[in-house]
Nanobody, 127 residues
Framework: QVQLVESGGGLVQTGGSLRLSCAAS????????MAWFRQAPGKEREFVAA???????????YYADSVKGRFTISRDNAENMMYLQMNNLRPEDTAVYYC?????????????????WGQGTPVTVSS
């Protein structure tokens, strides 16, 4: 099992940056594919980015089109941490951001594929 705790959310102006962190418990963090999702008020939870278990030789990354080129996902397996660097933020990025974990790199954009979730951290981008 793994427990996930997000942090780093807050209020930022349009064009600003934030870095979200996801701290994982347990010794098997590097056994999991990790991802970020977000949920805006009144909307369904949506995929943001995913990263493979190992980032040796660059690893494998996947982004939603809406964040490609602005957000960067990364992980530090030695520290049991995952990150989401968010640059050039827009009002439409306002949401609660969640980290999630699953064992296999398949269907990484589907919320129902993930076994573990954090409690979320809110991000508000003002115009």
């Amino acid at each position: 099992q793994v427990q996930l705790v997000e942090s780093g959310g807050g209020l930022v102006q349009t064009g600003g940056s934030l870095r979200l962190s996801c701290a994982a418990s347990g010794r098997t963090f590097n056994s999991y594919v990790m991802a970020w999702f977000r949920q805006a008020p009144g909307k369904e939870r949506e995929f943001v980015a995913a990263i493979t278990r190992s980032t040796w030789s660059g690893g494998r990354l996947y982004y939603a089109d809406s964040v490609k080129g602005r957000f960067t996902i990364s992980r530090d397996n030695a520290e049991n941490m995952m990150y989401l660097q968010m640059n050039n933020l827009r009002p439409e990025d306002t949401a609660v951001y969640y980290c999630a974990a699953k064992p296999q790199w398949s269907a990484v954009t589907r919320t129902d594929e993930y076994d573990y979730w954090g409690q979320g951290t809110p991000v508000t981008v003002s115009s």
